[in-house]
C-alpha cells in the first residue's frame, strides 16, 4: 500500500485525540498569541528578569507555554503525560531541562547524578527508549569556547589524533575542567549502557560545538560496539554538516562501532547570524531553506543506506521530510518499527505527524522536558521563539486546530 494512504497528516481527529475541548482551546489561544512576533521577543526579554526579580508571573508561564510545552517540574510529575503518550503508542525522549551556566564542579557533579536518576527512571518505563543531555548543563560554555578550536572532520584511525594540539595545551585548571566533563559524560553513558536506554547528546550553538562532536564520538566508540547506546545530534541548517555526517560513518566504520545520529535542521539561526556578523566572520548556516531541505533529506537517505548500523532519528516537524522518510523506507524494504529507525517532534507542537506516525506504526516519540520552571525558561522561550520565527509553523499549527474546531463542532 503506498505510504501516502497509510499516512495522512491532515487527520487532526487522531492529532488532537489526546486533547479534551477546553485544552484545544487553550493550545489555539498560545499558538494565536505566538504569531505575534514583536510581542514574543519582548516577552522573551522580560521573562527571565521577572521571574529573577520575584514578579509574580509564574502562574501565568505555568498554565500557558509550560503546560503546552513541557512534562512537568520533576520526575513524578511527568507520569500523566508518559501514560497518555503510551496509550497512544508514543514513546518518549525524556530531557531534564538544565541548561549552560557558569557553575563549579559541584553543580555539575550534582546534575550528573540527576541525569543518573534520569536513566534509572526511564529504565522502569517501557516508552521511554531515550533521555536527552546537553554538555553545557555538564560543564560551562566558556570552557567549551576555548575548546572549540576545529577539531577537524573525524576520518582519523585513531578517535586521540582528533585532538587539536590546542585541546593539549591547555592549562592545569582548564585541562582538570575537561578531563571532569569527560569523566561525567562517561558516567551518564554507562550506566545508560547498562540499564539499556539511549543517551542523546544534543547540538548547540557552533562556537562550542566542536568539543561536544568530540565527546558524542569518544563515548560512541566506547559504547556503541554492539548495540546503539549514544546518539549525537546533526544540525543540518548548517552548511558544513552533509560532510560532516559522512565523515562520521567513515570513523564508525574504521573503528568498528555503530552510528547513532538525531537529525535535526537547528535551534540556534538567528543567534548565529548575528553572532557571526558581530564578529565578522561567514556563517556557517545555510543560504537559505531549501539548502537546509535538500541537505537534510539526503542525511535521511545516507542513513537508511547505513541502517544495519545506523540508528537514525528523523527529529523533524517538516511533513515533507517525515513523508519522505516514511515513503523512502518503505520503497528500500526497511520495517515500518525497524529498530534503527525512528521519527520524533517536540511536545506541544506537530501532533499531526507525531499521532499519525504512531497510528501507522511507526516507532514516534515526543521529545518531553522537564524540571522546575525557573530552570525551563530558555527551553520555553526558544519555542516562543522559534513558533514566531519559523515560517508558516504557528500558522499550520493553528490550521490544524481549526480544522480540529471545525470537525468537533466547537
Keep these: 500500500m503506498p505510504i501516502d494512504q497509510v499516512l495522512n497528516f491532515e487527520d487532526t481527529e487522531k492529532a488532537f485525540a489526546y486533547k479534551s475541548d477546553s485544552q484545544l482551546k487553550k493550545a489555539?489561544?498560545?499558538?494565536?498569541?505566538?504569531?505575534?512576533?514583536?510581542?514574543?521577543?519582548?516577552?522573551?526579554?522580560?521573562?527571565?528578569?521577572?521571574?529573577?526579580?520575584?514578579?509574580?508571573?509564574?502562574?501565568?508561564?505555568?498554565?500557558?507555554?509550560?503546560?503546552?510545552?513541557?512534562?512537568?517540574?520533576?520526575?513524578?510529575?511527568?507520569?500523566?503525560?508518559?501514560?497518555?503518550?503510551?496509550?497512544?503508542?508514543?514513546?518518549?525522549?525524556?530531557?531534564?531541562?538544565?541548561?549552560?551556566?557558569?557553575?563549579?564542579?559541584?553543580?555539575?557533579?550534582?546534575?550528573?547524578?540527576?541525569?543518573?536518576?534520569?536513566?534509572a527512571f526511564s529504565a522502569t518505563r517501557k516508552n521511554i527508549p531515550f533521555i536527552s543531555i546537553k554538555v553545557t548543563g555538564l560543564s560551562s560554555k566558556s570552557l567549551l569556547?576555548?575548546?572549540?578550536?576545529?577539531?577537524?572532520?573525524?576520518?582519523?584511525?585513531?578517535?586521540?589524533?582528533?585532538?587539536?594540539?590546542?585541546?593539549?595545551?591547555?592549562?592545569?585548571?582548564?585541562?582538570?575542567?575537561?578531563?571532569?566533563?569527560?569523566?561525567?559524560?562517561?558516567?551518564?553513558?554507562?550506566?545508560?549502557?547498562?540499564?539499556?536506554?539511549?543517551?542523546?547528546?544534543?547540538?548547540?550553538?557552533?562556537?562550542?560545538?566542536?568539543p561536544i562532536d568530540y565527546i558524542a564520538f569518544l563515548m560512541m566508540e566506547k559504547f556503541n560496539k554492539e548495540k546503539i547506546v549514544v546518539y549525537n545530534t546533526i544540525q543540518l541548517y548548517r552548511s558544513d554538516r552533509l560532510q560532516f555526517l559522512s565523515d562520521s560513518y567513515a570513523h564508525a566504520e574504521m573503528n568498528n562501532y555503530h552510528v547513532g545520529l538525531k537529525l535535526v535542521r537547528g535551534a540556534y539561526m538567528e543567534k548565529e547570524r548575528e553572532r557571526a556578523e558581530k564578529a565578522v566572520y561567514p556563517s556557517p548556516i545555510q543560504l537559505d531553506k531549501s539548502s537546509t531541505d535538500k541537505d537534510y533529506n539526503e542525511a535521511i537517505q545516507l542513513g537508511f543506506e547505513k541502517i544495519d548500523t545506523c540508528s537514525v532519528i528523523i527529529a523533524s516537524h517538516n511533513e515533507f521530510s517525515n513523508l519522505f522518510a516514511a515513503d523512502l523506507a518503505q520503497k528500500k524494504g526497511i520495517a515500518l518499527n525497524h529498530k534503527h529507525l525512528h521519527f520524533s517532534q517536540l511536545y506541544g507542537m506537530s501532533d499531526?505527524?507525531?499521532?499519525?506516525?504512531?497510528?501507522?506504526?511507526?516507532?514516534?516519540?515526543?521529545?518531553?522536558?522537564?524540571?522546575?520552571?525557573?530552570?525551563?525558561?530558555?527551553?520555553?522561550?526558544?519555542?516562543?521563539?522559534?513558533?514566531?520565527?519559523?515560517?508558516?509553523?504557528?500558522?499550520?499549527?493553528?490550521?490544524?486546530?481549526?480544522?480540529?474546531?471545525?470537525?468537533?463542532?466547537?
Design 28 to 119: 489555539k489561544f498560545l499558538f494565536s498569541v505566538m504569531q505575534f512576533s514583536p510581542l514574543v521577543k519582548i516577552g522573551s526579554r522580560l521573562t527571565p528578569w521577572a521571574i529573577k526579580t520575584g514578579l509574580p508571573v509564574k502562574g501565568i508561564i505555568k498554565h500557558t507555554l509550560f503546560e503546552q510545552f513541557v512534562g512537568g517540574e520533576s520526575l513524578k510529575d511527568t507520569a500523566s503525560v508518559l501514560n497518555m503518550l503510551d496509550s497512544f503508542k508514543v514513546k518518549v525522549i525524556l530531557d531534564y531541562g538544565v541548561e549552560g551556566g557558569e557553575y563549579g564542579d559541584a553543580k555539575y557533579d550534582i546534575e550528573t547524578e540527576t541525569f543518573i536518576k534520569v536513566l
Design 145 to 210: 569556547e576555548k575548546l572549540n578550536v576545529s577539531i577537524g572532520k573525524p576520518t582519523s584511525d585513531k578517535i586521540e589524533n582528533l585532538i587539536p594540539t590546542e585541546i593539549k595545551k591547555l592549562t592545569d585548571e582548564d585541562q582538570k575542567a575537561w578531563d571532569n566533563l569527560l569523566k561525567r559524560t562517561e558516567k551518564i553513558c554507562r550506566n545508560a549502557a547498562n540499564l539499556g536506554v539511549g543517551v542523546m547528546i544534543d547540538a548547540e550553538e557552533s562556537w562550542i560545538q566542536d
Design 352 to 410: 499531526n505527524l507525531t499521532f499519525n506516525l504512531a497510528d501507522a506504526g511507526f516507532n514516534v516519540s515526543k521529545y518531553l522536558p522537564f524540571g522546575p520552571l525557573e530552570e525551563v525558561i530558555p527551553y520555553l522561550m526558544r519555542r516562543a521563539q522559534e513558533n514566531s520565527s519559523v515560517s508558516g509553523q504557528t500558522s499550520r499549527e493553528l490550521q490544524l486546530i481549526n480544522k480540529e474546531y471545525k470537525r468537533r463542532g466547537i
